[in-house]
């Protein structure tokens, strides 16, 4: 896990490449004017609220994000699909539960990305991560963390918990490299 | 052709978010309640801006992109909305169905 950029004067790389694109799709054009804005915007913002955010782990492995990201959308598509039979099925074939899947990552910032990733993907809902953070003094690390996850249709807790761990985990400790 | 492709996509998208809606009024718990909203829209939305993006592409003089931003921020909104509905009310100690299961891994809290 890495959490300095390679250059002090682009302290999140990704960052700034997001809100150029993000900067030119607002605008809808490609003209050179919007070109050096979208640049200088780029470089400024992440500089001048550097100071009040928390350092985060960086992306170390942007082919294998790429990657992954693909993996999720064509997730989230097969995901509403089973949603959406499970929802017009009859309602006592469902059988939800509560279930704690262990979790390997320990920065905050890949434990959101899970947790999302997890919430947009086949019959699951993040709900909580333990342990509670305010039961946690300052700078204290918890020996393991959980996930609580709501499953509306859950057949094998064993299976689940194995999917998500190799499916969605691993690629996020491959890409932080935590 | 175009016109096909729009009214389809159109289509798909307006059914996927019934489906969605549908499920909010039908599950008997408000946790199995959250499902619907968080994912049978989002493939619904998605096909819905697609079809604004290529009418607008193709009716208006230039490329319209703008319609991947909308996307991209409910990407991002969705869960986190979804996750902020069921810590309040795992904290409120709401119920679930009967029938639910591993309801002691929920742990009290602080």
């Known amino acids: ?178 | 052709m175009i016109e096909w492709i729009i009214s389809i996509l159109l289509l798909i998208g307006g059914s996927f978010v019934l489906v969605g809606s549908i499920g909010l009024v039908k599950m008997p718990d408000f946790y199995m309640r959250l499902h619907g909203p968080t994912k049978a829209t989002t493939l619904g939305m998605a096909s819905l801006l697609t079809a604004a993006m290529i009418f607008f592409s193709t009716t208006q003089t230039g490329l319209s992109v703008k319609e991947i931003l909308i996307s991209l921020f409910l990407l991002l909104t969705a869960p986190v909305s979804a996750y902020m509905m069921i810590k309040s009310a795992i904290h409120h100690k709401l119920d679930s169905i009967e029938r639910t299961k591993g309801k002691d891994n929920i742990e009290d809290d602080v």
């Open chain 1, 1 to 178: 896990m890495r959490l300095e950029a390679k250059f002090k004067w682009l302290p999140t790389p990704l960052r700034s490449l997001l809100l150029f694109i993000v900067w030119l799709l607002l605008n809808n054009s490609l003209s050179a004017g919007h070109i050096v804005l979208a640049v200088i915007l780029a470089i400024v913002i992440p500089l001048a609220t550097s100071l009040f955010r928390t350092k985060q782990p960086l992306i170390l492995k942007p082919g294998l994000a790429l990657r992954h990201l693909m993996l999720v959308l064509y997730d989230i598509i097969t995901a509403n699909v089973q949603v959406a039979i499970l929802i017009l099925g009859p309602n006592k074939n469902l059988n939800p539960g509560f279930v704690k899947v262990p979790l390997d990552l320990t920065h905050s910032l890949p434990i959101t990305i899970l947790a999302s990733t997890v919430s947009l993907t086949p019959g699951t809902v993040s709900a909580e991560v333990y342990p509670w953070g305010e039961s946690l003094t300052e700078g204290e690390e918890p020996e393991e963390r959980f996930l609580l996850i709501h499953v509306l249709n859950l057949e094998d807790e064993q299976a689940l918990i194995n999917t998500i761990k190799q499916r969605y985990e691993a690629p996020l400790k491959e890409i932080f490299q935590c």
